[in-house]
């Protein structure tokens, strides 16, 4: 491994970063298992239905429900499309080509969800602003508590 020289004493100073030895890596990994994408889409679908349950539930009007349901399908779908996308290409060996797909299915699902949004008056008579509003940003919301509470995770000592 090569190794650049600090340009300056304080960069020099500041510098604490450590190499992991390939045990400790192994370590590291045992106590931070892969979670998988697809589980947090399912994840962020599963609570956009139960926010659209509640919604519908609380405001006793259907159409309330329903907004809150589209508001987190503009999320889960271009979610999908984009774990589609990234897994797909997961084993490219070329980094500049594995980057490139990265933003290219970034800038997919950002079209996706603003196509999305714009159709939203069309596809759901009666639209409700506010629920569709609940709807994205509780199912955006919802990668962050499966980050938390993902199986298998120990706390570190």
């Known amino acids: 491994m090569k190794t650049i020289p600090p340009e300056t004493e304080t960069e020099a100073e500041e510098s604490d970063f450590k190499p992991l030895t390939a045990q400790e890596a192994q370590q590291w990994r045992s106590r931070h298992p892969p979670l998988s994408v697809w589980r947090v889409v399912a994840g962020q679908a599963l609570v956009g239905m139960l926010v659209a349950l509640v919604a519908w539930v609380l405001t006793g009007r259907a159409v309330v429900g329903w907004s809150a349901a589209y508001g987190a399908l503009a999320v889960v779908a271009p979610a999908a499309l984009f774990a589609r996308g990234v897994l797909r290409h997961k084993a490219l060996s070329n980094p500049r080509a594995a980057m490139v797909g990265f933003f290219g299915w970034e800038i997919a699902k950002i079209m996706l969800t603003v196509a999305l949004l714009a159709a939203a008056p069309r596809l759901v008579p009666g639209l409700n602003w506010i ?13 962050w508590v499966a980050l938390l509470v993902r199986p298998g995770v120990r706390k570190t000592d």
């Open 131 to 143: 629920a569709l509003l609940v709807g994205m940003v509780v199912a955006m919301k919802t990668y």
